[in-house]
């Protein structure tokens, strides 16, 4: 559990719920920040523990919006996916991961960028029917302004490599006194809901994980081995398919594509570390 650093006056409660997969009750809680933004976070109550993180509302948010975010989540069916607080996000002098905000008037929300330089925004655009809708996009330039693609949050995830702070700039583009009932978040909202119900997660902590094991002396074949992913050569000598193991870590790309793949099946990731590594695979979600 983390040491939230937090007194009372610092916390509000903002609802609570039973979770599907248990008899547990949780809370939605509002946790105030020394620099004046806020986390909303899903825990169990009274302790704290088990703590995610739901969205991160900058200083300069109205207060009521943190109840709005809180709303929707407790009636999103796929609730309780969001990925764990961590230290970072409690740390009053983190860098703030979202860039500032860029020609709204436009209507651009916050930007992300990946490892590859490629810029991640979310712009109203004109549909088919002569309406508007709020759609994630993709630029290769440096500047908001330059052509763009049409993407999915999913894709935006799967870019910069984690789920934050992509689902928070996405919960908040959704804030319904944002949008005036002139603007359409049907499919947004679609896709936020699918990434939350989804099998298919990040590999980025599992391929560190390996990686820190290779580092400590285990070998990928021990690995792919002990997940009962094995092949024999020529002579019969039995040895791990490392093949396996290192595309569904993103270190070597699937036939026909062209990178490696960022994405896991839950199931896939809990052999792996359950069965490889032999730790438990909450230790390597994000």
Same mark, same amino acid.
């Given at each position: 559990?983390?040491?939230?650093?937090?007194?009372?006056?610092?916390?509000?409660?903002?609802?609570?719920?039973?979770?599907?997969?248990?008899?547990?009750?949780?809370?939605?809680?509002?946790?105030?920040?020394?620099?004046?933004?806020?986390?909303?976070?899903?825990?169990?109550?009274?302790?704290?523990?088990?703590?995610?993180?739901?969205?991160?509302?900058?200083?300069?948010?109205?207060?009521?919006?943190?109840?709005? @975010?809180?709303?929707?989540?407790?009636?999103?069916?796929?609730?309780?996916?969001?990925?764990?607080?961590?230290?970072?996000?409690?740390?009053?002098?983190?860098?703030?991961?979202? #860039?500032?905000?860029?020609?709204?008037?436009?209507?651009?929300?916050?930007?992300?960028?990946?490892?590859?330089?490629?810029?991640?925004?979310?712009?109203?655009?004109?549909?088919?029917? /002569?309406?508007?809708?709020?759609?994630?996009?993709?630029?290769?330039?440096?500047?908001?302004?330059?052509?763009?693609?049409? @993407?999915?949050?999913?894709?935006?995830?799967?870019?910069? $490599?984690?789920?934050?702070?992509?689902?928070?700039?996405?919960?908040?583009?959704?804030?319904?006194?944002?949008?005036?009932?002139?603007?359409?978040?049907?499919?947004?909202?679609?896709?936020? $809901?699918?990434?939350? /119900?989804?099998?298919?997660?990040?590999?980025?902590?599992?391929?560190? #994980?390996?990686?820190?094991?290779?580092?400590?002396?285990?070998?990928?074949?021990?690995?792919?081995?002990?997940?009962?992913?094995?092949?024999?050569?020529?002579?019969?000598?039995?040895?791990?398919?490392?093949?396996?193991?290192?595309?569904?870590?993103? $270190?070597?790309?699937?036939?026909?594509?062209?990178?490696?793949?960022?994405?896991?099946? #839950?199931?896939?990731?809990?052999?792996? @570390?359950?069965?490889?590594?032999?730790? /438990?695979?909450?230790?390597?979600?994000?």
């Amino acid at each position: 559990m983390l040491a939230l650093g937090c007194t009372p006056s610092h916390i509000r409660c903002l609802g609570r719920y039973s979770a599907s997969d248990s008899t547990q009750s949780r809370e939605v809680l509002a946790l105030a920040r020394p620099d004046g933004s806020t986390l909303l976070i899903d825990c169990l109550p009274g302790a704290l523990s088990d703590a995610r993180l739901i969205a991160r509302l900058a200083c300069d948010e109205p207060p009521e919006n943190a109840e709005i @975010v809180s709303e929707m989540y407790l009636v999103d069916e796929t609730r309780g996916h969001c990925r764990r607080l961590t230290a970072q996000d409690l740390d009053p002098c983190a860098r703030a991961e979202l #860039t500032a905000e860029v020609d709204t008037t436009a209507g651009v929300h916050a930007s992300l960028r990946d490892a590859r330089g490629r810029l991640y925004v979310i712009r109203e655009l004109s549909t088919s029917a /002569s309406g508007r809708e709020l759609r994630w996009t993709r630029s290769c330039g440096a500047d908001a302004r330059d052509p763009f693609d049409e @993407v999915t949050l999913r894709d935006v995830v799967g870019g910069v $490599q984690d789920y934050e702070p992509a689902r928070a700039i996405t919960l908040q583009a959704l804030i319904p006194d944002r949008l005036n009932g002139r603007i359409s978040t049907r499919r947004l909202r679609e896709e936020m $809901q699918r990434l939350q /119900s989804s099998p298919i997660v990040l590999n980025r902590l599992l391929r560190e #994980t390996v990686e820190r094991h290779l580092g400590a002396g285990l070998t990928m074949s021990e690995i792919a081995m002990r997940c009962d992913r094995t092949k024999r050569d020529r002579r019969g000598t039995r040895s791990g398919e490392t093949s396996w193991l290192a595309r569904r870590i993103g $270190q070597m790309t699937e036939p026909g594509e062209v990178e490696p793949s960022p994405w896991v099946h #839950t199931d896939t990731l809990a052999l792996i @570390v359950r069965t490889g590594l032999g730790m /438990s695979p909450n230790e390597v979600e994000l």
